[in-house]
């Protein structure tokens, strides 16, 4: 890997980025919803996986790299998008703007800008390795799918559990859903632990571990469990005893509760 090319690739994509993301603000602001950002999440990536793989030229690593991000990307965009079609705008953005108007918004739109060039960098750095596919990288297939199958199946149940009237105002604790109170961040998170084992064959690659640390951390402990689940026990009956008896994060067996 060239150090030099790849922090090259690292400006372009954050250039990139930034342009996009500006673009979909103005758009949003348009239209008076901006919510779009979200489905931005997971197409961001793939968008990143495919300009890197361009720049970099085509290499059995990075193209199964490109594959396997705009896979993960284009589901979770869809997914998001469909989850939010024919709903009022998201209650963070409609609060933000109260209190911080449009400026505010932007600043949002790039943080996660800059959050997407961070934890893309072990995609970015993969493309460049030209090492021949071996052990890590079969390891990192199977991480990659056992991630996606924990958190397409989840959202796929919660999608369900939703849409059936005779589960309103109950608690989701089937499926996935009994052995981890969110099995879709969960899935997420493994999902870019094995997409970093393939930057590891060079000392840069091994550098990007910050960013299954930072998807991590955030799924686990920043914006992701803690805020969804804010305040869900006194919309939900139920829910506390659910987290009692059911982990937080990692799946793992009921415990049982009197």
Known sequence: MNAGAFGL????????????????????????????????????????????????????????????????????????????HGRDEDPRYVAILKRR???????????????MVLVSLPVQAASYLSAPIGVLDYLAVLLWVVGFAFESVGDWQLTRFRDDPASKGQVMDRGLWRYTRHPNYFGDAVVWWGLFLFATHHWIGLLTVVAPIAMTFTLANGTGKPMLEKGMEKRRPGYADYVRRTSGFVPWPPKKTA
């Open 101 to 115: 108007g449009a400026l505010g918004m932007y600043r949002v739109y790039l943080t996660q800008a800059v959050i």
């Open 9 to 84: 690739n690292v400006l372009s994509t954050a250039i990139l980025v930034v342009a996009l993301v500006s673009a979909l603000f103005t758009a949003a602001k348009a239209r008076g919803r901006y919510d779009v950002v979200d489905v931005f999440w997971g197409l961001g990536f793939a968008i990143i996986s495919v300009a890197t793989l361009l720049i970099a030229g085509p290499t059995p690593r990075g193209l199964l790299v490109a594959l396997l991000t705009v896979v993960w990307g284009v589901r979770l965009g869809v997914h998001i998008h469909l989850r939010n």
